[in-house]
């Protein structure tokens, strides 16, 4: 499950050594959580300086881009370190979570060991990195680069320090001993295997990235370190190629300026749920279809397809739209467990919608066209949220009627008014990105601008704003901002061991051959994604076979944007689809039931949203006809 671990009671008999660590990473995190969410505000505040500078006065910030760009690798590396102590960083724990309780904190005093061996690799040829790049100088702000590098070896010794400090926290000296036992024996036995290993050749990629990436996924490291871990073992024992390229990747793969847009979207994401917008949606909508036969079921489904298009993090979206409607859905009949697998299928359909962070991470890693992603994502989009209202109208076609009176036109309107601010936020995204008022980087930060000051008008009349949640928000929008960031980091250092080792070579060759042309590889495609859905989460699957797949689906003649579609619909799916898919497990844990009594309702709605998707594939126009 993305951003859980296992629970584990406090270790409460630490000696005084293992105190002082804890105590000391406490200090650190809390100023590094402090940092943070400077940054964030310094990075929106640079941007929109910038937009409105280029777009208001005609005359260009030249140093606004190189500014944010050399903070956001800090914002990365900090965010990645309050992730790690918060233990929210992605993962796959959900075999992890049925194991017994002392098992579960084996290995999660496990998964700390290996994120401890792996940081412990990367601070000297991280510092190297750092060093190498103070020759080089920012051409306007004249700033050794240098600078920007130092956050990589700064990031990976705090990250040391609260693993360290997580383990002497919550383990005790038999799961620290028996996991690092485990550590030096899968280390000797690769050492000692290393000749073999290289005689194999390309068939030794099995071993790290299939059977050392798996178990260290299966067994609940989380998604990034396991990405790290095994291409550094395939580096130093099956090559001659220096430890230090990781980082370089690494620092390029983290560092692209439109990947700026994930914390930004992030932090719009915070900014609407404290400003109470996201409710006048509901309210709205509830007003409009709460007297209908399952219209709450409806209201869920346009009040995810608005939210997404605003917040672009799927989890945010539902924690967001669950708690204001589900108390009312519970009231008025529905089950618990159909609103589980409800909220797990709308949760997959709004993949698509802009500014989504997989379309985001697309445009970045695949060269294709943001913009155009977030134009052609929308109708998509309105194709499942149509297939899905179909299965809803017909699971409620046999509920009793609400004892909900229909609201009176004065109510609707003022409703309306109300949430009239909100409705207007994803058009004011849409037409500043199509206009070319700001990038598809810049464009959140207007969306921050109105949000706040739209928010404290609200707040004037209403007094909703809960200022006390605003900072503890803020970290929590820097740690999936740092989670995310380090996936993409981890994840272009290992799509590049597998590119020099020639496997994307020989993957696009096997591909390629695969009968049926286009057809036969869009199905292909299809049974791909859906799979790495359901075990990598979205992001990662993509900077993976990205950079493989578009280029091959470019040759076959499939439009980019059309094909981008495609695998983000099959991702979704695979996302929210049991017994793997982690965001299955998220929406059931939001909403607060268990995921063995969903598992049999969710399967209508998937095989409605898998209908969709064979339309969306068959009919190209869908999502480029407006391009």
Same mark, same amino acid.
């Given at each position: 499950?993305?951003?859980?671990?296992?629970?584990?009671?406090?270790?409460?008999?630490?000696?005084?050594?293992? #105190?002082?660590?804890?105590?000391?990473?406490?200090?650190?995190?809390?100023?590094?959580?402090?940092?943070?969410?400077?940054?964030?505000?310094?990075?929106?505040?640079?941007?929109?300086?910038?937009?409105?500078?280029?777009?208001?006065?005609?005359?260009?910030?030249?140093?606004?881009?190189?500014?944010?760009?050399?903070?956001?690798?800090?914002?990365?590396?900090?965010?990645?370190?309050?992730?790690?102590?918060?233990?929210?960083?992605? #993962?796959?724990?959900?075999?992890?979570?049925?194991?017994?309780?002392?098992?579960?904190?084996?290995?999660?005093?496990?998964?700390?060991?290996?994120?401890?061996?792996?940081?412990?690799?990367?601070?000297?040829?991280?510092?190297?990195?750092?060093?190498?790049?103070?020759?080089?100088?920012?051409?306007?702000?004249?700033?050794?680069?240098?600078? #920007?590098?130092?956050?990589?070896?700064?990031?990976?010794?705090?990250?040391?320090?609260?693993?360290?400090?997580?383990?002497?926290?919550?383990?005790?000296?038999?799961?620290?001993?028996?996991?690092?036992?485990?550590?030096?024996?899968?280390?000797?036995?690769?050492?000692?295997?290393?000749?073999?290993?290289?005689?194999?050749?390309?068939?030794?990629?099995?071993?790290?990235?299939?059977?050392?990436?798996?178990?260290?996924?299966?067994?609940?490291?989380?998604?990034?370190?396991?990405?790290?871990?095994?291409?550094?073992?395939?580096?130093?024992?099956?090559?001659?190629?220096?430890?230090?390229?990781?980082?370089?990747?690494?620092?390029?793969?983290?560092?692209?300026?439109?990947?700026?847009?994930?914390?930004?979207?992030?932090?719009?994401?915070?900014?609407?749920?404290?400003?109470?917008?996201?409710?006048?949606?509901?309210?709205?909508?509830?007003?409009?279809?709460?007297?209908?036969?399952?219209?709450?079921?409806?209201?869920?489904?346009?009040?995810?397809?608005?939210?997404?298009?605003?917040?672009?993090?799927?989890?945010?979206?539902?924690?967001?739209?669950?708690?204001?409607?589900?108390?009312?859905?519970?009231?008025?009949?529905?089950?618990?467990?159909?609103?589980?697998?409800?909220?797990?299928?709308?949760?997959?359909?709004?993949?698509?919608?802009?500014?989504?962070?997989?379309?985001?991470?697309?445009?970045?890693?695949?060269?294709?066209?943001?913009?155009?992603?977030?134009?052609?994502?929308?109708?998509?989009?309105?194709?499942?949220?149509?297939?899905?209202?179909?299965?809803?109208?017909?699971?409620?076609?046999?509920?009793?009627?609400?004892?909900?009176?229909?609201?009176?036109?004065?109510?609707?309107?003022?409703?309306?008014?109300?949430?009239?601010?909100?409705?207007?936020?994803?058009?004011?995204?849409?037409?500043?990105?199509?206009?070319?008022?700001?990038?598809?980087?810049?464009?959140?930060?207007?969306?921050?601008?109105?949000?706040?000051?739209?928010?404290?008008?609200?707040?004037?009349?209403?007094?909703?704003?809960?200022?006390?949640?605003?900072?503890?928000?803020?970290?929590?929008?820097?740690?999936?901002?740092?989670?995310?960031?380090?996936?993409?980091?981890?994840?272009?250092?290992?799509?590049?061991?597998?590119?020099?080792?020639?496997?994307?070579?020989?993957?696009?060759?096997?591909?390629?051959?695969?009968?049926?042309?286009?057809?036969?590889?869009?199905?292909?495609?299809?049974?791909?994604?859906?799979?790495?859905?359901?075990?990598?989460?979205?992001?990662?699957?993509?900077?993976?076979?990205?950079?493989?797949?578009?280029?091959?689906?470019?040759?076959?003649?499939?439009?980019?944007?059309?094909?981008?579609?495609?695998?983000?619909?099959?991702?979704?799916?695979?996302?929210?689809?049991?017994?793997?898919?982690?965001?299955?497990?998220?929406?059931?844990?939001?909403?607060?039931?268990?995921?063995?009594?969903?598992?049999? #309702?969710?399967?209508?709605?998937?095989?409605?949203?898998?209908?969709?998707?064979?339309?969306?594939?068959?009919?190209?126009?869908?999502?480029?006809?407006?391009?």
């Amino acid at each position: 499950m993305m951003g859980a671990s296992a629970a584990q009671a406090p270790n409460t008999s630490m000696r005084l050594p293992a #105190r002082a660590l804890v105590l000391l990473n406490s200090w650190s995190i809390h100023l590094v959580g402090a940092i943070t969410v400077a940054l964030l505000v310094i990075e929106t505040c640079v941007l929109l300086a910038g937009v409105i500078s280029r777009y208001v006065m005609h005359n260009p910030l030249i140093w606004a881009d190189e500014l944010a760009s050399s903070l956001f690798i800090w914002l990365a590396m900090f965010g990645s370190v309050l992730a790690l102590d918060r233990g929210e960083h992605m #993962r796959m724990s959900a075999l992890v979570n049925k194991l017994p309780v002392a098992w579960r904190g084996f290995c999660e005093t496990l998964s700390a060991l290996v994120v401890c061996l792996f940081v412990v690799m990367i601070i000297g040829p991280a510092m190297q990195h750092s060093h190498e790049q103070m020759s080089i100088t920012t051409p306007a702000l004249g700033i050794p680069d240098g600078v #920007r590098a130092a956050a990589l070896p700064v990031g990976a010794i705090l990250m040391l320090l609260a693993a360290v400090s997580r383990m002497a926290r919550f383990s005790t000296m038999r799961q620290f001993m028996a996991g690092v036992g485990v550590v030096i024996v899968v280390g000797a036995v690769l050492w000692l295997c290393q000749p073999l290993l290289v005689g194999m050749g390309n068939y030794n990629l099995i071993v790290f990235f299939l059977v050392l990436l798996g178990a260290c996924v299966f067994g609940g490291i989380p998604i990034a370190f396991a990405f790290g871990t095994a291409t550094i073992a395939y580096l130093a024992l099956a090559t001659h190629a220096p430890l230090s390229i990781v980082v370089g990747r690494m620092d390029e793969g983290m560092s692209h300026m439109v990947l700026l847009a994930v914390p930004l979207f992030v932090m719009l994401g915070v900014v609407l749920q404290l400003s109470g917008m996201a409710k006048t949606l509901i309210d709205f909508m509830a007003s409009l279809l709460g007297h209908v036969r399952g219209g709450l079921q409806y209201v869920l489904l346009g009040a995810m397809f608005l939210v997404s298009g605003i917040s672009g993090s799927k989890v945010a979206d539902m924690a967001a739209v669950a708690p204001a409607l589900f108390p009312e859905m519970k009231k008025r009949g529905s089950e618990p467990e159909e609103l589980a697998a409800l909220l797990a299928a709308t949760g997959a359909m709004t993949e698509t919608i802009p500014p989504s962070l997989v379309l985001i991470t697309i445009g970045a890693v695949c060269s294709v066209s943001i913009t155009a992603l977030f134009i052609g994502g929308l109708m998509p989009a309105v194709v499942a949220t149509v297939v899905i209202a179909m299965v809803c109208w017909w699971r409620s076609r046999k509920e009793a009627m609400p004892n909900v009176k229909r609201a009176p036109l004065s109510v609707v309107a003022r409703t309306f008014l109300i949430a009239l601010p909100a409705l207007a936020l994803p058009l004011l995204i849409r037409v500043a990105v199509l206009e070319g008022a700001a990038t598809a980087t810049e464009v959140s930060t207007i969306g921050v601008a109105y949000v706040v000051m739209v928010g404290l008008v609200m707040h004037l009349f209403m007094r909703h704003i809960e200022f006390k949640r605003v900072y503890p928000m803020m970290l929590e929008a820097g740690a999936l901002s740092g989670s995310i960031l380090l996936i993409i980091g981890m994840a272009s250092a290992m799509a590049w061991a597998l590119t020099q080792s020639g496997f994307s070579a020989a993957l696009v060759d096997l591909i390629s051959d695969i009968p049926g042309g286009t057809m036969g590889y869009m199905i292909v495609t299809i049974l791909v994604f859906v799979i790495l859905g359901s075990v990598l989460e979205g992001i990662p699957a993509i900077v993976l076979f990205g950079p493989l797949m578009f280029p091959l689906a470019e040759m076959l003649g499939i439009h980019p944007v059309h094909y981008a579609m495609v695998v983000i619909l099959a991702m979704g799916i695979g996302l929210f689809a049991p017994p793997l898919g982690v965001g299955f497990y998220a929406a059931c844990a939001i909403s607060k039931v268990s995921s063995d009594h969903v598992i049999r #309702r969710v399967w209508g709605y998937l095989g409605a949203l898998i209908v969709a998707l064979v339309i969306v594939a068959c009919f190209p126009w869908i999502s480029i006809g407006f391009l």
